[in-house]
Structure formats: C-alpha cells, structure tokens
C-alpha cells in the first residue's frame, strides 16, 4: 500500500510569490491535514480537509489555503510569500473509523523563501 | 486537546532501556494517549497508542496509570537509530476525522553507542 505521496520535496520561492503544494493521501482515507513545522515554532496544525470540506482550521493568516478533490488529494496554497514562510510542510492522511489520532504523514515538502 | 509536557530532552546508550514520561494532567474521559517519532526532515511516524493500563507493539510499551494523568512511553534495548524526537499527543476522535493533531515541544533522545 502506497504511503502519503507530497510533492513537490524541496521548493524554492522568492518574497511576494505564491506556491501550491500536492499531497495525495492513502489510499481510502478521506481526512487530510497539513502541518507547519519550523525550528522557532514546532509542528503547528494548518488546516484539515474531509470528503473536500474545511473541517477545521488552526492559527495561520488567510495567506495560507487549501482545498481537497473527490478522489482526496489535496493541496495548500500560500500566497504573498513571506520569509517566515520558509519551513517543512507536512501533509497527514488518516481514514475515518481508526483509532484515534493515529495518522500518516509524508516526506514534507521543503519550501525556502529567499 | 489536553495540554502535554515532556522532557526537553534524554540521553541513553545502545542497548538500554529508555523511558519517556508525559504529563497530561487535563486529560478528558474520552482523549487518547498516542506517541509518534520524528527524524530529521521527515514526518512524523506513529508509534503507540493507548487509553489505559498497558499496551505493548512490536516497537514499544506504553504505560498509563489509573489516573491517565501521564503516561510512560517505554523503548527496548534501544540503537543509534532510535535517535529521534518523540512527540507525546493527547486528543478524541472529532466524530470520524481524526486529523487535527497538536504537537508540543518532543523529547529529543540522543542514543550513545
């Protein structure tokens, strides 16, 4: 079975642009979130997306968007980047009906804002 | 999510037994107790998880009280490759997406050799 697939790994962006990055999900689970990590801040919840609606949503600016398809793949987007910006971006699949918070994450994507 | 508090961080030696306690002193009735690891530039991996008592994998032992206050995280004989940092979550199940994850700081384990 396939693991959490994010692409792309490593991403380099200028200040003021925009970046979307793809996470596809395992197959047959429905629920993706995305996480932020940074050195200063930690892991910190994005936003998580079920059957292609918002569910929940953690602390970040309006510059950070996502939205998911009907086959559950996903993407965030962030717009206006900012130098703070620069961090691993992970994505995480779990299916509906597991235990409880057990969720799978993929490589992350790398983004660096310069 | 019940707040968690871990140590910064522990060091150990190939071969020993490493434990890793967790206070969630604001559990609720319905909240699990799940550990993951993390290496460098990857994601997160689940590793255990338990509501109470004992569980026990392949990989570790989890261990909670009666009072669920905290919990014991526990690693057999451990390598060089368990060097890692491991992530202590507390949280229910929001009817059927259990995605919202939220981290605190880790334990960072350095294994000697």
């Known amino acids: 079975k396939a693991g959490v697939t994010q692409t792309p790994r490593y991403l380099i962006k200028t200040r003021g642009q925009q970046v979307t990055l793809s996470c596809s999900p395992i197959?047959?689970?429905?629920?993706v979130s995305w996480y932020q990590q940074t050195p200063g801040q930690g892991l910190q919840f994005l936003f998580e997306?079920?059957?292609?609606?918002?569910?929940n949503k953690g602390n970040f600016p309006g510059r950070f968007s996502g939205r998911q398809f009907s086959n559950s793949r996903s993407e965030m987007n962030v717009s206006t980047l900012e130098l703070g910006d620069s961090a691993l971006y992970l994505c995480?699949?779990?299916?509906?009906?597991?235990?409880?918070?057990?969720?799978?994450f993929g490589q992350g994507t790398r983004l660096t804002v310069v | 999510l019940a707040k968690t508090t871990q140590p910064i961080s522990m060091d150990s030696y190939e071969g020993q037994e490493v434990n890793i306690t967790c206070s969630h002193n604001?559990?609720?009735?319905?909240?699990?107790i799940t550990w993951y690891q993390q290496f460098p530039s990857q994601g997160p991996r689940f590793i255990i998880q338990g509501y109470k008592t004992k569980v026990t994998n392949e990989v570790a032992s989890l261990f909670i009280p009666a009072d669920r206050k905290s919990s014991t995280l526990s690693l057999p004989r451990v390598s060089l490759s368990d060097t890692a940092v491991y992530y202590c979550l507390v949280g229910a199940d929001y009817g059927g997406a259990t995605n919202k994850l939220i981290f605190g700081t880790g334990t960072l384990l350095a294994v000697q050799p």
């Open positions: 197959s047959g689970h429905r629920s």
């Open positions: 604001n559990i609720a009735t319905n909240d699990y």
């Open positions: 995480a699949s779990s299916s509906p009906g597991t235990a409880n918070t057990e969720a799978f």
């Open positions: 997306y079920f059957s292609e609606t918002q569910r």
